[in-house]
């Protein structure tokens, strides 16, 4: 596969899965909207695991891995699926692109990774005043856009978690294997959920939320996943937190032309300042190295 094409299909399946979450939801309620998705994605999986002539591991740090990775997909996504009912697409696209941000603190704490220093410690202060900016407009629309928004705040931190926790584990797992032993352990707990919360079976369900339901499944569960890790394995660590970057601004203005979401100043400038930090965070050192060696060159030159 074109590595090109693969970065392109992981921006486009990101950019495009807050709003199919969204569209997911609407009708059948948000519970049934990712129980769904995620008992298709899970059988999704497992053909294409028999496809390729895969096979899951089942010793103890395999058996961990998912069950961490389980639990991880069960909390974010019912984080994230409640909150985005009261929260736009672009804004929920926004809030994710955090992800990288909240995965190196924990993983300087808990990884014994290299601290967090100038630069980084920069692009986070830029990205908090990007967030209280985003939360501040949410107070503006109402106590249940706030709420919304601390929930997806909380899906980003499970979501980290999870992967720093997986990391900690060190099965290295191939990324098939860890998805499908995740969703494995992540489907039950949906469908309970769900049983005891609601568990009424839609009377109807629109159209457009059947699409989403299978495109999320097929796509946000499968193909991205194996697409993500695939240009994870074949770029640099620095070109693939672009997708980071370019996520949130495609879904901003996605969810404006497709669904009708305003878009105003201030989460135009949450959204720049968040961006800013997060560039600062992932490439501050090399831009800060760059301008080391151009003072030397230009005494030199002079």
């Known amino acids: 596969m074109s590595v090109p094409a693969a970065f392109l299909g992981v921006v486009l399946i990101w950019s495009t899965t807050p709003l199919a979450i969204k569209w997911s939801s609407e009708g059948p309620g948000f519970q049934f909207g ?7 994605g ?42 985005s009912q009261y ?3 672009g804004v929920v696209a926004l809030i994710f692109g955090l992800s990288p941000v909240v995965t190196a603190i924990m993983a300087a704490l808990w990884l014994d990774e290299p601290a967090l220093v ?6 986070m202060g830029l990205g908090v005043v990007g967030l209280a900016v985003v939360f501040g407009h949410g107070l503006q629309l109402g106590v249940h856009t706030a709420w919304g928004l601390a929930a997806v705040l909380l899906a980003v ?4 978690a999870s992967a720093v ?23 039950p707990l949906f469908v309970t959920h769900w049983a005891l919360s609601d568990g009424h079976w839609p009377s109807s369900l629109p159209e457009r939320s059947l699409w989403s339901i299978l495109y999320l499944a097929l796509f946000g569960s499968t193909l991205g996943f194996v697409l993500y890790y695939y240009v994870l394995g074949a770029l ?8 980071t970057l370019l996520t949130p601004v495609i879904a901003l203005l996605l969810g404006h032309v497709a669904n009708g979401e ?6 135009w400038l949450g959204a720049a300042c968040i961006l800013a930090g997060l560039a600062c965070f992932q490439w501050g050192g090399d831009w800060l190295r760059r301008l080391r060696m151009v003072g030397p060159t230009q005494r030199r030159q002079g």
């Open 262 to 267: 305003t878009v105003g100043a201030r989460v």
């Open 34 to 40: 990712v129980t769904s998705r995620m008992v298709l």
């Open 165 to 187: 926790w997986i990391k900690r584990v060190g099965a290295r797992l191939p990324a098939l294997e860890t998805t499908t032993g995740a969703l494995m352990v992540a489907v």
């Open 118 to 123: 100038g630069h980084r410690l920069l692009g």
């Open 42 to 83: 899970v059988f999704a999986c497992l053909i294409l695991v028999a496809l390729l002539g895969r096979r899951l591991h089942w010793h103890r740090g395999a058996l961990l891995t998912y069950l961490i990775g389980g639990l991880g997909i069960w909390g974010a996504m019912t984080s994230v699926y409640w909150g």
């Open 87 to 89: 929260v736009d697409s």
């Open 236 to 243: 640099q660590a620095s070109r693939v937190a672009l997708i």
């Open 157 to 160: 931190h499970i979501h980290a």
